[in-house]
């Protein structure tokens, strides 16, 4: 029982930080894999059997041969070790498997886009992360990380406020002790690195509060909703059309779920921020600005990639390096790190096969997801469906299944339908349990 609460302790953590230090998300991560191979290897549990088994495994085979066939087999096999990070999936399968647990880690998940929200926000209103060329990133290395997980905040946030199924719970004085620590570490922060003094270190003490604060939410105490106001008004200043998009599409998911009818105070809120005409909003609402230029010529060069290599394509890492090659005269910019569209990049990466297992991935994904917030209504189930929508939306026009911040906080609420259904089959009666009839008479 121990080694299950630490098992849950460290993926709440992970959870929390993978909105703000992907190093500490990671080291979080191979931590929660040794307690949960420690655990398998005690007989104490069991990796869970579940339907994306299949399209995880192909997908995952064809990468490693994608890196076999590559120009550069050594840095594409670099870049395929991040495969380890679907293991993930099934340790949040294991942990979550609980209605608190699963719970508590949703409410660290929350944390963590919370303290990136505000961190944008300090950022934006009084560090100078308020231009086109500079906008806010949080503690992440790239805005459009952030936005991404922005993204998610909010569409997490608006399922759970929309589908929370118990009665609201106000957070207990220590939560929200914990929470006024947060907010003024993040201050101070925010104060030194305007200052640029000792910024680095700072970070780095103010990540380790944040992962303790999120595992001690996973021990201490039970849920309460989480609000996405200022997640919001983040995801807004953050200039990011697809991240918008997405949680459009997310936000939309969630209102036909709910009910139908909410989709008129949808189209109030989009109608209010026209009327309102932002700057931050009004100057992104173009199609002929250089970044969507440069996506039609990548995504040109993307089809070519293609052609050339169908089946084992470029290999892992290779799409920028090998991007000069195919680049078309129009393009704005002279070279890409990836080609801003998730079905693209991997058709072009891993080859086209590769993406036929990512796309079955998906589907399946989103299927059971749909099944078990119709069954369940609960949502978890809901969240899983609209943040997969809203992931594959902005996928359109951004590789945010190559960002491993990302992927990470997608894993674990992937899991979640599968959760739900692992704590039903833990409940459900066993067949020995069942009352048999009497000897001699007729069952």
Not at 187 to 215: H, I
Not at 220 to 238: D, E, F, K, Q, Y
Request: charged share 15%.
């Amino acid at each position: 029982m121990r080694l299950e609460r630490a098992q849950g302790a460290l993926v709440a953590a992970l959870a929390a930080t993978c909105s703000v230090s992907i190093f500490a998300a990671q080291v979080l991560f191979a931590s929660a894999a040794v307690v949960f191979a420690f655990r398998l290897l005690r007989g104490s549990t069991r990796i869970p059997r579940l339907p994306l088994d299949g399209p995880t495994l192909a997908f995952c085979v064809w990468t490693l041969l994608s890196a076999a066939f590559s120009q550069a087999p050594l840095v594409s096999q670099e870049s395929a070790k991040k495969l380890l990070l679907f293991a993930l999936l099934y340790i949040a399968v294991d942990s979550m498997a609980d209605r608190e647990g699963r719970e508590r880690i949703m409410d660290a998940a929350l944390l963590g886009g919370l303290v990136l929200a505000a961190g944008s926000l300090l950022q934006y209103y009084f560090l100078g992360f308020d231009t086109i060329n500079q906008r806010p990133r949080g503690f992440l290395g790239h805005y459009m990380t952030a936005s991404g997980l922005l993204m998610a905040t909010v569409v997490l946030a608006g399922a759970r406020l929309a589908f929370f199924e118990s009665e609201i719970e106000p957070p207990a004085r220590a939560d929200l002790q914990r929470l006024a620590g947060l907010g003024a570490g993040l201050v101070v922060l925010s104060v030194m690195a305007a200052a640029d003094v000792a910024a680095v270190v700072a970070g780095g003490a103010f990540v380790v509060l944040l992962a303790v604060s999120a595992a001690r939410l996973f021990l201490a105490r039970g849920t309460w909703p989480g609000r996405s106001t200022s997640s919001t008004l983040a995801l807004l200043i953050s200039r990011t059309r697809n991240a918008w998009l997405g949680a459009l599409v997310g936000l939309t998911v969630i209102a036909l779920l709910r009910a139908p009818r909410l989709l008129w105070a949808l189209a109030g809120a989009i109608a209010l921020v026209l009327v309102l005409r932002p700057a931050a909003v009004m100057e992104r609402l173009t199609l002929t600005d250089a970044s969507s230029r440069d996506r039609y010529f990548m995504w040109q060069a993307g089809v070519d990639m293609v052609n050339d290599r169908p089946v084992f394509g470029q290999g892992p890492r290779m799409v920028e390096s090998n991007y000069p090659a195919y680049r078309w005269p129009g393009a704005p910019n002279p070279a890409t790190p990836h080609l801003h569209n998730n079905v693209l990049q991997i058709a072009a990466e891993r080859g086209l096969p590769c993406l036929a297992w990512w796309l079955w991935w998906v589907a399946a994904a989103m299927g059971d997801a749909y099944r078990e917030s119709r069954r369940t209504r609960a949502w978890t189930a809901v969240g899983a469906l609209a943040l997969l929508a809203a992931m594959m939306t902005a996928g359109l026009f951004e590789y945010n299944f190559g960002d491993s911040e990302i992927l990470m906080l997608l894993l674990l609420v992937c899991a979640l339908p599968y959760a739900l259904r692992a704590e039903r089959a833990e409940t459900a009666p066993q067949p020995d349990a069942l009352p048999h009839a009497p000897a001699g008479v007729p069952a």
